[in-house]
């Protein structure tokens, strides 16, 4: 009934050759990159929700601190049970629980000005936020759920044809 080969992929699934690593670390760089570029360069120009460069910029940073903080000695699990190991465990803990609370924040402020004033020459008073800044803000908040969406259909997928295909296994009889 049990597969000891499957539970052992599990336990230590093969780590991808170092080149495709480095290259997805890179590509994972880009974002955060862009993320507080954007950010700096229209700091003061959304008064409409001025946290909305605030947003980018700290969540650049933080993503970008994450993704190369992962590419130190000390974040991959020892078994020998260094404490460097367990420090940077507790670092990406609370880098990840910041993140999702920063993010959760982000999209009240993303979202509650949805289709703001793009004009920052009307004769009105009225407040307004650079199309370049809030489009940027606007969309890597709503990839971002669409990655997870998809991420998630996916695993539901390969979780019901794993069932599936673990049943019509004749060794498990």
């Not at 509650?112 to 800044?133: A, G």
Request: overall charge negative.
């Amino acid at each position: 009934m049990s597969n000891p080969g499957l539970i052992q992929r599990i336990r230590s699934p093969p780590q991808p050759p170092g080149p495709v690593l480095a290259c997805s670390k890179v590509v994972l760089c880009a974002m955060p990159i862009a993320e507080i570029a954007i950010g700096s360069v229209y700091l003061h120009d959304c008064p409409q929700e001025d946290h909305i460069p605030i947003y980018l910029i700290v969540v650049g940073v933080f993503s970008l601190a994450l993704t190369l903080l992962s590419c130190l000695p000390c974040a991959r699990e020892s078994k020998d049970g260094n404490p460097l190991s367990r420090v940077c465990a507790v670092w990406n803990s609370f880098a990840s629980l910041f993140l999702f609370c920063w993010f959760i924040a982000g999209n009240v402020w993303i979202y509650s000005i949805y289709q703001p004033n793009y004009n920052k020459n009307t004769t009105s008073m009225e407040p307004y936020c650079d199309k370049t800044l809030y489009l940027f803000a606007f969309w890597t908040t709503t990839l971002t759920y669409i990655f997870l969406v998809s991420a998630l259909v996916i695993s539901c997928c390969v979780l019901v044809c794993s069932c599936l295909c673990g049943r019509a296994d004749p060794d498990d009889v």
